[in-house]
Structure formats: structure tokens, C-alpha cells
């Protein structure tokens, strides 16, 4: 459920480059309904995180100043209690809320979406509900509209509903979002004014939201991302300066397509306050350089010190991440994981833990 999002940091922040997280995202499980070609969280782990060690977490963070709550997977329905009583929690203390990132097809009908929304309103849920909808998702439209018009009956706000598809560019893999469309007798259409496509129906107003399909893990061999450009700094923004906390406690810094890698964990909730764990943030070898010095400093070492090992430029920030890491170019990680190492454990209680 990775995903690039739109930045939640203020202009001043963005001029202070080191890590500072303002954003807390829980993937409560990493378990899913679906399993995606191109899905780059090991869905295998069938870990869920107990609500009393995220909640714990949560108010850390709020201590701590962060403002914004999230949550991710897997898919974060199929543990709906977990998103429930952290959300009302979250709403008590005054966070605000970011998408809660679904495929829109974990619902055995209606009626069933209708019950889980209905508990999250009740929390004080006030976010968006971010449905990823394009040509990795192997699941038909109609079940997708179906979890639309739940939405709109449960919130009656237009905007609860957003949307998201992984492509090689922006204005490609539009297929299943224009089926959906169709679908709700709706229509989608580009829009000058926001820069992104529009889906619009009666009583939903939808922005799609374009990722940058990364060729990672599973995904490896679906595109090639050495597209002859090599990519802008942006510190890391959007998806980055946040606590992503997943189903075995472990923390990373962004929701980035590399942030599963093992060299992008910072700590562990189960032994780490949030305090601690910004501090080991920015201590981090790799991350605290990423959000201090940019990922282009990191390509600057990497084909300083290893040309070769690069086969060309990349466009797609977190891509390039993702394949120094794993192959051991970075200066100050060990190189492992990707489809080319041992990523994805298997069984209950992986991490030795009851
Ligand atoms: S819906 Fe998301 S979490 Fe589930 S398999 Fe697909 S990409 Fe992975
Ligand atoms: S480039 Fe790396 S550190 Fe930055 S958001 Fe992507 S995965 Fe995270």
C-alpha cells in the first residue's frame, strides 16, 4: 500500500533538512484480500500489531508534537478494530487525519462496508479514504463502486472518497479508473486547476492520485524504472518525515517503496519512545543522511564509489533507493533483501515473538 503522497510539511519545514517527523502511520497487519503483482509489503506476515502498543505510541507522538495520523497495510480493513479504536483515540487527542489507504474490495457486501465505516464515523474519523484503483489490483470494478457508494452513504461529505493508480506515467493506467467511473455514471476527467484526473459524480468528488510505479520486490520484473533521467531532490517530503509503524512495531521513515528493507527501520515501538526514535532517526546511517544531505547526495556516493554497479539514471526517487540498498552501495548499511535476497519470511511469530 506504499505510496508517494502529497507533502504534509509547512514551506518552513521543508527548509530544515533533517529528520523530524510530523506524520504517524500504523499498518495494524500486512495480511490482504487481494495480492497484488506489484505489491511491495510482505503480505505473507501474518503479525498484527495490539492496539494497546499502538495506542501507547500514539500518545508518544502527540507528546512529541506530531500532528498527523494515518493508516496503511496490507489491507487496513480486514483488521477493522484496530483502525476503529486507534482512530478514536487519535480524534480525542487532537490529531489530524491523513488517508487510510484501502483497495476498496475487502467488503463481503455492502452492508458489511456500511457496518466498519460506520464505526470509524462513529470514532471521529475525519480523513479520507484512499481506494487504489488500476491494473495491479486484480479485482473487478463493481465491488470497488460498491465500497464507494458505502462511503458516500455513511460520511455524506463529497470529498471522503479519493483515489490512487501505480503506472509508469501519469497519464497512463487509467483504464480501471475510467471503468469505475462508468460504474457510478460518473465522469473522469483531467483538471487544469488541480494538475491531476478527476472522478465526479453526483454526490463524490474524487482526485486521483498518480504513484510512480516502482519495479520493487515482487514487482521486479514488471517495467524497467532506468528511464535515462535521474530524479530531483525532494527531501523525501511527501512520503517521508513520518513514523510508519508496522505489524511486528518496527519503524521507518517514510512510506516510500524501500521502506519495508530491513536497512530502513529506525527502532522498534515495543522498545523505543518516539522521542528515542526520532533521535535514532536522524543517528540513522542512511536515513538520517537521506533527510539531512538528500537522496541526490546518496546517488553522488553511490556512483562515486561504484559506477559500474549502475546500470543508468532513474527518475523514480524511491526505485533508486531501493536498488542501492539492496545491493549493498550505500555507504554505512549492509546490502539485502529484494527478490534478490530472503525479504519475505513465512509462518506465525516470525520475528520470535508470541
Ligand atoms: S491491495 Fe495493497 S497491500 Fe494488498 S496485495 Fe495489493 S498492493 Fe499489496
Ligand atoms: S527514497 Fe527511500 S527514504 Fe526516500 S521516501 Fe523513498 S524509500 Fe523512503
Redesign the pocket.
Known sequence: MSERGAGRASAHERRRHEFRPNYVSFAGTYQCNLACPHCSVPIEWRDRLPVPVALRFLEECRELGVEWLGFTGGEPFVYPEFVIDVARRGAALGFRFDKIVTNGAWQSGRAHAETVLAGLLDAGFTGTLGVSVDRFHPVGTAPVAEFCRAAAAVFRRDDVLALSYASPSRHEGLEKLRLLAKELGGAFEWSELLGRYLLVTDDLSMTASWNHLAPVERAEDLASAWDGRWFEEDW?EG??QAFIVNPRGEVK??C????DLDQ?TIGNVREHSARELARRGRAHPYVGK?FREG?VAIREQVLRDHKNAVPGATSN??FF??FALTRGLAEGVPGRGGQIGRWCTEGPGTDGRP
Open positions: 523525501c512520503p517521508g521513515p517514510c516510500g517503496f524501500a521502506s530502513l537521506v537522496l526517487h524511491c533507493c531501493w
